[in-house]
């Protein structure tokens, strides 16, 4: 009888990308290939939040430098794209196992009514891309009897 070692990563990727593939969308596939040119798709998550005055949204970008990503608004859609480039292995290095997710995503979302378009500004830190999405003042109008004639 031969010992097969469980590999815990490669079977929760093989749960999560069969049967669930159409509920969950794009989920992040790992790989064992050592190939620094298979491509892996990819899509980086997203956090989305609100303040009193803005809207924030989080991308989680690790190791991407800023000049690799866009952030675009066309038609109230704002879209955060990029290319998070294979690394060439060192000839010293013998790669085992290779999970982290390279390639070319795109995330886009649509932005509500009450957004300042011209004032939106992005700033990248530590691996995390944050857009700041300004709210316009929305004046809270009294409330008027209209009488029906």
């Known amino acids: 009888m031969n010992l097969v070692r469980w590999d ?3 079977e929760m990727d093989q749960l999560f990308s069969r049967p669930l593939s159409s509920y969950m969308g794009r989920w992040p596939r790992l790989t064992t ?3 620094d ?3 892996c ?8 939040s609100e303040t009193e005055g803005e809207y924030l949204v ?3 970008l690790p190791s991407m430098k ?7 608004i066309a038609n ?3 879209t955060i794209a990029g290319e998070r480039k294979f690394e060439k292995a060192e000839q010293s290095e013998k790669i085992h196992r290779k999970e982290s997710a390279r390639g070319m995503f795109s995330r886009s979302l649509s932005l509500p009514d009450n957004v300042n378009c011209s004032g939106i500004r992005a700033e990248s830190r530590d691996g995390v891309l944050t857009v700041h999405v300004p709210k316009t003042k929305n004046e809270i109008a ?4 209209i009488k029906v004639q």
């Open 8 to 10: 815990s990563l490669y």
């Open 33 to 35: 290939e050592t190939d």
């Open 37 to 39: 040119d298979a491509p």
């Open 41 to 48: 798709a990819w899509v980086p998550t997203l956090d989305v």
């Open 58 to 60: 989080r991308a989680d």
């Open 66 to 72: 800023k000049d690799d990503v866009s952030v675009t």
């Open 76 to 78: 109230d859609v704002l």
């Open 142 to 145: 009294e409330a008027i009897e």
